[in-house]
């Protein structure tokens, strides 16, 4: 829930409220990562998948070829490879909200056009989101 108010300076100041339980939880969730040996918690998220081929003798090596391209370029996000018959995909990042990967998928367009029609923000059950 969000509440603006006006200050007598012409600023806005935007105030968060938030359940109580919210603290709570995330603090279990983050000493059970501790806990865990894990300096990430795994939530549903989003990603942005890069490519997608099903080309029997080249999906792979493109995937790999890509995924190598994705890591030199951006070494600060993870790149994901995966197979699921028939298709391989690449994947980049782990974003808890769609927002902020399709800001990257923009910027992943522009860099990339050859990849243009493939770029798109997909829903990921397993993006890892760091706490710390």
């Known amino acids: ?41 795994t939530i549903s998220g989003f990603r942005v998948q890069v490519y997608a081929g099903n080309h029997p003798q080249k999906a792979r090596e493109d995937a790999m070829q890509i995924d190598k391209t994705i890591k030199e370029q951006y070494p600060q996000y993870h790149a994901y490879v995966s197979f699921t018959a028939p298709f391989w995909r690449v994947r980049i990042g782990d974003f808890a909200t769609y927002y902020e990967a399709l800001l990257l998928s923009r910027e992943l367009k522009t860099i990339f056009p050859e990849f243009g029609n493939e770029i798109y923000v997909v829903k990921d059950a397993t993006a890892r989101i760091l706490y710390f």
């Open 1 to 41: 829930q969000y509440a603006m108010r006006d200050t007598n300076t012409l600023q806005k100041k935007i105030v968060l409220l938030q359940d109580e339980r919210m603290d709570e939880i995330l603090y279990k969730a983050k000493n059970n990562a501790v806990s865990s040996g894990n300096n990430f918690v």
